[in-house]
């Protein structure tokens, strides 16, 4: 599975970005997504996933009714609406792949290349 992650960009507090993240292959709705980010000097981590028909979705404390992860199975592809922006949202956000339908918060298989996204205070 390839992954092709977009939509990173500067924006100021407060605003609004969707991330999206294309993927190769004809199974995509067996594959779980997810979103994760990462500021230099930190860990990974993970902000929302995806089960691999969308009917399940798990977020992290911190992006928990700002941020909403979909799918669309027909087009391979994965949206992050990213709402009320803050400067502490700031990082390189990837999106990922795993071999199994079930979403998890971690064990991904498969990385994007990152896009970036600056939020301003």
């Known amino acids: 599975v390839q992954l092709q992650a977009s939509g990173g960009g500067l924006v100021q507090a407060g605003g609004s970005l969707r991330l999206s993240c294309a993927a190769s292959g004809r199974t995509f709705s067996g594959y779980a997504m997810g979103w994760f980010r990462q500021v230099p000097g930190k860990e990974r981590e993970f902000v929302a996933g995806?089960?691999?028909?969308?009917?399940?979705?798990y977020y992290a404390d911190s992006v928990k009714g700002r941020f909403t992860i979909s799918r669309d199975n027909a087009k391979n592809t994965v949206h992050l609406q990213m709402n009320s922006l803050k400067p502490e949202d700031t990082a390189v956000y990837y999106c990922?792949?795993?071999?199994?339908?079930?979403?998890?918060?971690?064990?991904?298989?498969?990385w994007g290349q990152g896009t970036q996204v600056t939020v301003s205070s």
């Open positions: 995806i089960s691999g028909p969308g009917g399940t979705t």
């Open positions: 990922a792949a795993r071999i199994s339908p079930v979403a998890v918060t971690t064990s991904y298989d498969y």
